[in-house]
């Protein structure tokens, strides 16, 4: 996103598409490989390891309207379907979807981060 942003500013061809379309691929086969990770854990976290622990799921996403169950399936979405798209030849190609892609990766991150501090403090 950076190259293609200083490729406005310089008009000035940087970087050539196939390497961006090869590195998008690379990112979206991490994603999807994290997104798949991310997925069995955080199912044997919620049947195994919270229950061990006397939890259920649900205390970990309530008692705010900010912060409820759907950010856990926002923060999958959103690399899940970037990782989805990048591995095709159809959404590397696109620019609109490649863009979309990074931008829910990078989404998917910054919420990762912010799960990651709120689950500790929510019980």
Do not use: H
Request: proline share 2%; glycine share 6%.
């Amino acid at each position: 996103m950076l190259t293609k942003l200083l490729e406005k500013i310089t008009k000035k061809k940087l970087v050539a598409d196939d390497v961006i379309e090869l590195l998008a691929k690379i990112a979206g086969w991490m994603l999807l490989t994290y997104s798949i990770a991310k997925i069995a854990d955080t199912v044997y976290w919620a049947t195994v390891t919270a229950p061990a622990q006397g939890f259920n799921i649900s205390q970990f996403y309530s008692n705010n309207p900010f912060y409820g169950i759907w950010i856990l399936y926002l923060e999958i979405a959103c690399t899940l379907i970037p990782g989805l798209l990048l591995i095709t030849n159809g959404g590397r190609k696109n620019k609109f979807l490649l863009i979309t892609s990074v931008i829910m990766g990078a989404l998917a991150a910054c919420i990762n981060r912010w799960v990651m501090v709120l689950q500790v403090m929510a019980v």
